[in-house]
């Protein structure tokens, strides 16, 4: 089975400095592998998505994350975090089913951007 | 364009009461749609899925239940509401592409 790890529960940092939020995956075959960022109360938003192709993929709101296959790892990044950046984010791969897919989520990991 | 309705947002139920939540979609046809649990803030479940009218998979057994009775509708229930039900509750599609989109949530609290 798939799965993805999100080893942080939470995650500090200074607004105006780089953040990095970290997932490790665990799949078979080739991952489709995920960054979703949830604010209180509200839906998961999709931040961008590896499929295939290049290792560094840029998201919305300035995210972006590295595939990398050796250390099997999809870490979120940010050159200059955004206090307005603060929410929890999740990490996911995609798995199939008989008839379809579905997301495996990691646990989440709360950015917390100080002033 | 395509977009996902949860309704309703927040819900406050006492304990044996029936439950049903809502999702729909629209600009699309056929899509999979799915319905997810979060339990305390953090990791999400996934309930049910549906890839067709009728179509129900069931992920983990529980005192809830899925119904699609119209391609883009997709129904959670409970016939009677066990404090551990509380949750946020997310509904979401998939689409021909690689994404997925998901609704707004509903804050469930049973009392």
């Known amino acids: 089975a798939q799965s993805v790890a999100q080893p942080e529960d939470q995650v500090n940092v200074a607004e105006g400095n780089p953040l990095t939020v970290k997932c490790t995956y665990s799949v078979s075959g080739n991952p489709y592998l995920f960054w979703y960022v949830q604010y209180p109360n509200r839906g998961l938003q999709f931040l961008l998505k590896y499929i295939t192709g290049d290792n560094l993929v840029k998201g919305s709101y300035g995210f972006e994350a590295e595939f990398n296959k050796s250390q099997t790892s999809f870490h979120l990044k940010k050159p200059s975090a955004l206090v307005s950046d603060s929410a929890l984010y999740f990490c996911?791969?995609?798995?199939?089913?008989?008839?379809?897919?579905?997301?495996?989520f990691g646990s989440g990991t709360r950015l917390l951007v100080r002033p | 364009s395509q977009t996902i309705h949860q309704w309703p947002a927040t819900l406050v139920q006492p304990v044996g009461s029936p439950l049903s939540l809502e999702c729909t979609v629209e600009g699309t046809s056929n899509p999979n749609l799915y319905w997810y649990r979060q339990a305390a803030g953090r990791g999400l479940q996934l309930l049910f899925y549906s890839v067709g009218i009728g179509q129900i998979s069931s992920e983990v057994p529980q005192n809830l239940s899925a119904s699609r009775p119209q391609d883009r509708q997709f129904i959670l229930s409970s016939k009677k509401l066990l404090l551990s039900d509380s949750g946020f509750y997310l509904c979401a599609w998939k689409g021909t592409g690689v994404g997925y989109t998901f609704g707004s949530g509903t804050r469930l609290t049973v009392v």
């Open positions: 996911a791969v995609r798995e199939r089913m008989d008839s379809s897919y579905k997301l495996i």
